[in-house]
């Protein structure tokens, strides 16, 4: 893990394994930053879910990639920048997954694809890339402070 | 950290954070429910889509059998979420 800024943490990144388990050392970095920042309650909520969604989703559908992911976020005045980035995967752009259809009563309602579908609707920008040299693949998410 | 308990009532609360790494915890206790129950929020502060995935399979299973989950005590911040999965028409809620 590592920090840096002043005035408050305003940058932080670590590599953690490819587990779910490794969730709770993502909060506890992402904690360091939003406490540093004074992000408020609403927004950290936010960052910890958007943060969560992704890294699932790596460590699920790039089974067999590189033994640790990135994750880093970084403050530039009132947006807050968001980065993930996958090695030795196979591409896994997120605009394939199927939107859930949140209007259909319970029997028609399928689980699936909600954690991107929220992601997309807390955040402002989500942008995917891949590089086949490498097999890299990063995620970015911009969200716009609220105050 | 993430706990779940069931009181005499049969009322379920939950506690902590439920995220992907504690879903399992919370599933062998909400396969256990086998008839209409409330699920209180009140001490829960984080829930992300593994969490709603569980309490959708749990609610699809009562009402196919005619029951379903009362949801009550939501933080704003998680009724937001319900609201934007449309959960909330998918569930019982109450303040």
Redesign the interface.
């Known amino acids: 893990m590592s920090t840096g800024g002043v005035g408050g943490v305003t940058a932080v990144s670590g590599e953690f394994r490819r587990e779910?388990?490794a969730?709770?050392e993502i909060?506890a970095l992402l904690e360091t930053f939003t406490d540093g920042q004074k992000i408020d309650?609403?927004t950290a909520?936010c960052i910890?879910?958007v943060v969560?969604?992704l890294f699932?989703n790596m460590v699920r559908h790039n089974r067999g990639g590189g033994d640790r992911i990135t994750v880093s976020i970084e403050r530039q005045d009132n947006q807050l920048h968001l980065e993930l980035v996958d090695t030795d995967v196979e591409p896994f752009d997120p605009d394939t997954v199927e939107v859930?259809?949140?209007?259909?009563?319970?029997e028609e309602?399928r689980?699936g694809g909600?954690?991107i579908?929220?992601v997309r609707?807390?955040v402002d920008e989500l942008n995917y890339d891949y590089e086949t040299e490498g097999r890299r693949m990063r995620i970015t998410v911009t969200k716009t402070l609220e105050n | 950290m993430f706990e779940i308990k069931r009181d005499a009532n049969g009322t379920i609360s939950l506690h902590g954070r439920l995220d992907a790494s504690q879903v399992n915890n919370a599933r062998a206790e909400l396969d256990q429910i086998t008839e209409s129950c409330e699920v209180d929020f009140a001490e829960l502060s984080y829930i992300s889509s593994a969490g709603l995935g569980l309490l959708f399979g749990t609610q699809k299973r009562l009402v196919d059998s005619g029951g379903g989950l009362t949801l009550i005590n939501l933080s704003p911040h998680i009724r937001e979420i319900f609201q934007i999965a449309g959960f909330d028409h998918i569930f019982e809620i109450k303040d």
């Open positions: 779910i388990e969730i709770g909060f309650e609403k909520f910890n879910l969560e969604e699932t859930p259809a949140v209007d259909a009563d319970i309602r689980p909600l954690g579908f929220l609707k807390m």
